[in-house]
């Protein structure tokens, strides 16, 4: 990755690549003050799309992913279980920006495309930003709580 921050080539270390992935996902959220709830329809779209590759190319080699891979990861701290009618579905889905979603979005499938970042190392990255969501998401109390800002920590 050069000074001016263009994206990363394929040529470009690994670590390079998923650092500029890491920074430009952490830079979105904190300057958009993307919420919970947003965060988590987007990393999960991506989850689910790369393992479903994933599970695919495994299968056709006869070979089976690692549980790091294919499973969330534990969160930390005590986890209460709301009552689903607590959080009307309709209702929050009428209240998501689905243009902010699909920024995030295109910046997550952009990198990974265009840098080429292997997938594993992709949904690496993002099991990571799961478990950081879901940490949040757990403590959520009300259908407001999952319009917050996804919070991160100065140094992820």
């Not at 709830?37 to 695919?56: D, G, M, R, T």
């Not at 499973?71 to 689905?98: A, H, M, R, V």
């Not at 952009?110 to 292997?118: A, D, M, R």
Request: glycine residues 2%; negative net charge; hydrophobic residues 40%.
């Amino acid at each position: 990755m050069d000074s001016e921050g263009e994206m990363p080539s394929p040529a470009d270390s690994l670590e390079e690549k998923l650092l500029f992935l890491q920074e430009n996902l952490s830079n979105f959220v904190k300057q958009y003050n993307l919420p919970i709830i947003e965060s988590a329809l987007v990393v999960s779209k991506y989850i689910n799309i790369l393992l479903y590759e994933l599970k695919k190319k495994a299968s056709l080699e006869m070979e089976n992913l690692p549980l790091e891979i294919t499973d969330s990861w534990p969160i930390t701290g005590e986890i209460k279980t709301p009552k689903i009618e607590d959080f009307p579905l309709d209702k929050l889905i009428q209240n998501i920006d689905q243009d902010r979603m699909d920024i995030f979005d295109t910046i997550i499938r952009t990198i990974i495309n265009g840098s080429e970042i292997p997938f594993v190392n992709a949904i690496m990255l993002l099991r990571d930003w799961e478990r950081v969501i879901r940490t949040q998401l757990v403590k959520s109390t009300s259908p407001g709580h999952l319009f917050s800002p996804l919070e991160l920590d100065d140094n992820f």
